[in-house]
């Protein structure tokens, strides 16, 4: 299952133009948080001009 969220990940990105990064996802450590998490807004902030909540947002 992780490596196929990464997998949509990645086409999404493609999909919407972004660069191709490394991120990672993961399962958060307090179950509250959600069933999966990912850092790729953060990578993509530091690879383009948007700050993370812009590039969560998009879609």
């Known amino acids: 299952m992780k490596q ?3 997998d949509l ?3 999404v990105l493609k999909s919407l133009g ?3 990064v490394e991120f990672s996802v ?3 450590a307090e ?9 790729v807004a953060l990578v993509l902030e530091q690879k383009t001009i ?10």
């Open 4 to 6: 196929q969220l990464a």
């Open 9 to 11: 990940i990645e086409k």
């Open 18 to 20: 972004f660069p191709k």
């Open 26 to 28: 993961e399962r958060p």
């Open 31 to 39: 179950e509250e948080h959600g069933d999966w998490a990912t850092n």
């Open 50 to 59: 948007r700050a993370p909540g812009a590039v969560a947002m998009i879609g």
